[in-house]
T-cell receptor, first 114, second 110 residues
C-alpha cells in the first residue's frame, strides 16, 4: 500500500508569491493534518481536516489555508509568502480520532522563499 | 498549553551501547504519546505509539514507556547500531493535534 504522498518535493518561491502544496493520504484514512517544520525544530501544527471539514487550526496567520477534497486528498495554500515561511511542510494522515491512532507522515515539501 | 521537551538535544554513542532518550510534557491530559524517527531532509517515521491507558510499548530493539502522572516518556534503544543514527522526536496528542518536542539528534559511531 502506498504511504502518504506529497507534491512537489521541493519548491522555490519569491516573497509575496502564493504556493499550493498537495497531499494524498493513505487509502482508507479520512483525516489529514498539516505541519510546518523549521530547520532544527519540531513540527508545528497548522491544520487538521476530517471529512472535508476543518477540525483544528494552529497558531498560523490567515495567509495559511487548506481544504480537503471528496477523495480525502488535501491542499495547503500559503499567500503573500514571507522569508520566514521557508520550511519543510509535512502532511500526515490517520484513521479518525487520535486515541490509539498512529499518525503517518509523508516525506514533505521543502519550500524555500527568496 | 502543552509543552514538550526532549533531553538531551544531541547524543553520540559507540555502536552496541544501550541508550535512553527522554521526553517530558507539561499537560498530563493526553490521548497518546508517539515516538518518531526523522532522517535528514525526510519525513517522520512512526516508531511506537503509547495510548494514554498504557504504560509501555515494545518493537524489536525499541521500548517506550509512559508515565502520565509525572509527565514523562522514555525511548530505550538496545544494542545501538550506526543505522539508528537519526533525530528522534516525541509528540503528545491533544484532541486534534500533536505537540512535538525539538528532538534528540543521535549519532551511533561504528
Amino acid at each position: 500500500d502506498a504511504g502518504v504522498t506529497q507534491s512537489p518535493t521541493h519548491l522555490i518561491k519569491t516573497r509575496g508569491q502564493q504556493v499550493t502544496l498537495r497531499c494524498s493520504p493513505i487509502s482508507g484514512h479520512k483525516s489529514v493534518s498539516w505541519y510546518q517544520q523549521v530547520l532544527g525544530q519540531g513540527p508545528q501544527f497548522i491544520f487538521q481536516y476530517y471529512e472535508k471539514e476543518e477540525r483544528g487550526r494552529g497558531n498560523f496567520p490567515d495567509r495559511f489555508s487548506a481544504r480537503q477534497f471528496p477523495n480525502y486528498s488535501s491542499e495547503l495554500n500559503v499567500n503573500a509568502l514571507l522569508l520566514g515561511d521557508s520550511a519543510l511542510y509535512l502532511c500526515a494522515s490517520s484513521l479518525p480520532g487520535l486515541d490509539g491512532r498512529t499518525l503517518h507522515f509523508g516525506n514533505g515539501t521543502r519550500l524555500t522563499v527568496t | 498549553k502543552q509543552e514538550v521537551t526532549q533531553i538531551p538535544a544531541a547524543l553520540s554513542v559507540p555502536e552496541g551501547e544501550n541508550l535512553v532518550l527522554n521526553c517530558s510534557f507539561t499537560d498530563s491530559a493526553i490521548y497518546n504519546l508517539q515516538w518518531f524517527r526523522q532522517d535528514p531532509g525526510k519525513g517522520l517515521t512512526s516508531l511506537l505509539l503509547i495510548q494514554s491507558s498504557q504504560r509501555e510499548q515494545t518493537s524489536g530493539r525499541l521500548n517506550a514507556s509512559l508515565d502520565k502522572s509525572s509527565g514523562r516518556s522514555t525511548l530505550y534503544i538496545a544494542a545501538s547500531q550506526p543505522g539508528d543514527s537519526a533525530t528522534y522526536l516525541c509528540a503528545a496528542s491533544g484532541t486534534y493535534k500533536y505537540i512535538f518536542g525539538t528532538g534528540t539528534r543521535l549519532k551511533v559511531l561504528a
